[in-house]
């Protein structure tokens, strides 16, 4: 069981916004960065966000990050069927002292 | 380019050891942390173990403390990851991970499998 919670899944249609949530404590979003991942089957994570609402370069800007108090989220806008991915939370936790992961969100583009 | 190539995987049997390298280039290797995490087949990602700049600090997951030993080579740009008392639930696709404060950089893991 995940220390962040994530739900398991998401949808939208092409075009939609979608949003995904991080939900945590204080010990962990609430005091540090969140950085958020991509996922395709088969293949490595990918950094979408980092620093709360910090893109990579090459990242388009229909995605977006924000964190208020102990919860973070993850926007996509203008979903495309490109998208349909899992997506991943991660903050440290000074209480725990270990880096933390969502248990994940399968986001599907109908 | 950030390039990280992780070797070392493969069939253990339980109790065994492992040791996984990650060989690093295209970025000035001893300016970052390196972090390994795994991901169980099916299953969400999970933080390993992380090694700072100069080896002088290391920290690991509570699931593999005092099994698991990371380390780094400045000298060749390698981070290995040494795995002792290998569990069924150890089995997993690690991965070598660039990391700072986030982790920007990901290799294309290695398969680990536990089994008798």
């Known amino acids: 069981q995940s220390v962040l919670t994530q739900p398991p899944s998401a949808s939208g249609a092409p075009g939609q916004r979608v949003s995904i949530s991080c939900s945590g404590s204080?010990?962990?979003?609430?005091?540090?960065?969140v950085n958020w991942f991509q996922q395709f089957p088969g293949t490595a994570p990918k950094l979408l966000i980092y620093?709360?609402?910090r893109r990579p370069s090459g990242v388009p800007d229909r995605f977006s990050g924000s964190k208020s108090g102990t919860s973070a989220s993850l926007a996509i806008s203008g979903l495309l069927s490109e998208d349909d991915a899992d997506y991943y939370c991660?903050?440290?936790?000074?209480?725990?002292?270990?880096?933390?992961f969502g248990g994940g969100t399968r986001l599907t583009v109908l | 380019q950030v390039q990280l190539v992780e070797s070392g995987g493969g069939l253990v049997k339980p109790g065994g050891s492992l040791r996984l390298a990650c060989a690093a280039s295209?970025?000035?290797?001893?300016?970052?942390?390196m972090t390994w995490i795994r991901q169980a087949p099916g299953k969400g990602l999970e933080w390993v173990s992380f090694?700072?700049?100069?080896?002088?600090?290391?920290d690991s997951a509570d699931s593999v403390k005092g099994r698991f030993t990371v380390s780094r080579d400045d000298t060749k740009n390698l981070f290995f990851l040494h795995m002792d008392d290998l569990r069924v639930e150890d089995t997993a696709v690690y991965y070598c991970v660039r990391s700072n404060t986030n982790f920007d950089y990901w290799g294309q893991g290695t398969l680990v499998t536990v089994s008798s």
């Open positions: 991660a903050a440290w936790d000074d209480s725990l002292n270990a880096w933390l």
């Open positions: 090694i700072s700049t100069r080896g002088t600090h290391t």
């Open positions: 204080s010990s962990n979003i609430g005091k540090n960065i």
């Open positions: 620093s709360n609402n």
């Open positions: 295209g970025f000035r290797f001893s300016d970052y942390y």
